[in-house]
């Protein structure tokens, strides 16, 4: 059963209007009651659009080392981030929650083939990663959609026009 936050579009015209919109995620997953089972956050958007710099204020926001380079996985396939219960990186309003969650994995499936399947994602070890109290980012989920569980969060990040702007869907 999907976590839903909110359906809505956002206009943001800096990347710190952005960093503010993954802080309050951060803080609504920080502030929610332990699952027995992961959680699965989608990013999408085209080459450029800041995916990447989106999740890294989310995964700082989380309670990751900010000392720890955030870096795209493209190359990687995953990185793994673990969370610990006395963070002291994680946003000043979640400071009083309960950290729950054990570890970030932060994907990256753009090298994957359209024909992804499951035995694909098998193959990168994507289910040994898929515990309970796991948080798993995604870019470029629709390249396997059809094979991957339901997301509780899928946010789509666009151009606006020709100006530096982008649009969040969440």
Known sequence: KAIVLAEKSLTVNS????CVIWQKLAISLLNKPYLQRPIFIYCSGPLGA??????????????????????SPTYTWYE??????????????AADAKITWSDIYHWDLYRLSQSADDA????????????????????WPEKAAEHLPTPDVWIE????????NTQAQV
């Open 120 to 139: 694909a994602l098998d193959a990168l070890g994507f289910w040994d990663q898929c515990l309970p109290g796991a948080l798993s980012v995604l870019e």
């Open 157 to 164: 990040i666009s151009f606006i026009s020709d100006k530096p």
């Open 15 to 18: 990347e710190a209007e952005s």
């Open 50 to 71: 800041g995916k990447t710099t989106s999740l890294r204020h989310f995964l700082y926001a989380m309670g990751v080392d900010k000392h720890l380079p955030i870096k």
């Open 80 to 93: 793994h981030y673990p969370l610990y219960s006395d963070s002291s990186n994680q946003v000043e309003a």
